[in-house]
């Protein structure tokens, strides 16, 4: 590991930072989370309009803006005629005057700012017209939360706080409107977690974090195809278990291990779940060497959730390699792979080129994964792989009677449960050449083989392999 003072120490000292979660968006197929200070995406933001059903992204709104009503009308930023106050309810004419009072912190912004402004009019004339026009309510509210980014950061009035709270309610009366409305939930999620921010680790934030995982609990059940909801999930619940009393934080945490993976299952190559799964593991791990290690032998040990940290990140850092927070991380965490491997662990198998064979014939032995595949290891060559893994460097040569899957002949990889397995978690790997069944040591050993195999093959299918190589090489 490398003693650089200008880099944080692992031990007892600070874990890698979590990508932090989206800026207010409907589901789109491009990322959600908002980057940190090396992300170089811009999330895609829509807001429907009120006529017909087609979104539009927020540049095509203000496009469709300025052509039709004119600059002059967009940079009037008083009440259009037959919208004065008095005909609001005081709640809306108090969301309309937050909204009139935000300036941009630079001539962008404020022009930003001055066509948010008249769609805010607009969404506000569309429920004077119709009060249970649910669309104006869910745009209108993401007009508040886009204002709210665009506060200037020594701004007084109004303050960010209140534009997310406005538009928090504003998505309670649409959700209220259509309780099906799956994208309202998601971004009433999202500003409620930037509020809850705002409080650091108080009561009123942990009531927040609270309520906004209720909200991607709902907004995934509306829309369970949506791996970045998922992912935002699990960072509610990650930031959700720092101010929990200890008794429930590994509860808490547990279920954003359980958000991150199924995230990465609905998309492979999402980076940023990955990343974040990494974290929370090692959070975890630190915990749990905090607490004396596993308190059940059957646990999983610090040093092996360590080992799972750093294959998270190095996988991030794979399919990612510009972004500088992984690359960041993974000088943090490398040193904690089993180098020069990915992946080090036992799994029953039976002898080589047996698809089935008896219970008797299956045998515990140790397994290597790297960019290349996964390997079986002979007793002979297990003393040389532990020798490797204590800083001698040592080869061997693949044996015909060991199992070897190379990366490019995988087809899929799973869970599986049939009576002529052995007992136990069950793993498929299909291949080009046919099924290769094993029976990993337990459940949660499995998800690691699954994640991990699955993360290479990912790697290897985005023509990033050489990259992990690199990571791996001394």
């Known amino acids: 590991m490398s003693m650089n003072p200008d880099e944080p120490q692992l031990q007892n000292g600070a874990a890698p930072a979590p990508e932090p979660d989206a800026d207010p968006k409907v589901e789109v197929t491009e990322e959600t989370s908002t980057h940190p200070p090396s992300t170089e995406q811009t999330p895609q933001k829509e807001i429907q309009k009120n006529e017909g059903n087609r979104n539009f992204t927020m540049r095509e709104l203000l496009t469709d803006l300025k052509s ?114 799956h994208d309202a939930f998601y971004n009433w999620a999202i500003a409620i977690s930037d509020r809850a921010k705002m409080r650091g680790r108080t009561k009123e934030a942990e009531e927040l974090w609270k309520q906004a995982t209720k909200n991607y609990e709902k907004a995934v059940q509306l829309n369970w195809n949506s791996p970045q909801a998922l992912n935002n999930w699990g960072l509610a619940l990650q930031e959700l278990s720092a101010i929990v009393p200890a008794r429930e934080k590994q509860t808490i945490v547990r279920t954003a291990i359980s958000k991150f993976r199924a995230a990465i299952k609905l998309q492979f190559d999402f980076h940023r779940a990955i990343y974040n799964l990494g974290t929370v593991l090692y ?45 960041s991380a993974l000088r943090l965490v490398r040193s904690m792979l089993p180098l020069p491997y990915l992946k080090i662990g036992y799994l029953m198998a039976p002898p080589a080129g047996s698809v089935v064979a008896p219970h008797s014939d299956w045998k515990r032995s140790q397994f290597v994964l790297n960019q290349e595949g996964l390997q079986q290891v002979n007793k002979i060559e297990q003393k040389q792989v532990s020798r490797s893994l204590s800083g001698m460097s040592e080869d061997f040569s693949p044996d015909r009677r060991t199992i070897r899957i190379e990366v490019p002949d995988i087809v899929s990889v799973s869970a599986c449960a049939d009576l002529t397995l052995p007992p136990g978690a069950g793993l498929c ?24 195999i699955r993360l290479v093959y990912t790697i290897y299918a985005r023509g990033k392999a050489a990259v992990l190589a690199g990571i791996m090489s001394s």
């Open 429 to 452: 790997i299909d291949t080009i050449h046919g099924p290769v069944f094993m029976v990993a040591d337990s459940w949660e050993s499995l998800d690691g083989w699954l994640d991990a």
């Open 68 to 181: 039709e009503d004119g600059e002059n009308s967009i940079n009037d930023a008083s009440p259009s005629q037959g919208n004065t106050p008095h005909q609001f309810s005081e709640q809306n004419n108090a969301a309309m005057e937050l909204i009139s009072s935000v300036t941009g912190v630079d001539e962008e912004g404020r022009s930003r700012q001055r066509i948010l402004t008249f769609a805010a009019k607009r969404y506000a004339s569309a429920i004077e017209r119709n009060p249970e026009d649910y669309d104006a309510l869910y745009n209108w509210a993401l007009v508040l939360q886009e204002s709210a980014d665009n506060v200037s950061p020594d701004s007084t009035s109004p303050s960010k706080d209140s534009l997310l709270e406005e538009a928090c309610k504003k998505y309670d009366e649409a959700t209220q409107l259509c309780p099906t409305l």
């Open 283 to 327: 959070g975890l791990a630190e915990d749990t060497l905090r607490a004396g290690g596993a308190a059940n032998p059957k646990d999983v040990t610090p040093n092996e959730l360590y080992s799972q940290s750093a294959i998270y990140i190095a996988a991030a850092h794979a399919l990612k390699p510009s972004y500088l927070v992984y690359s």
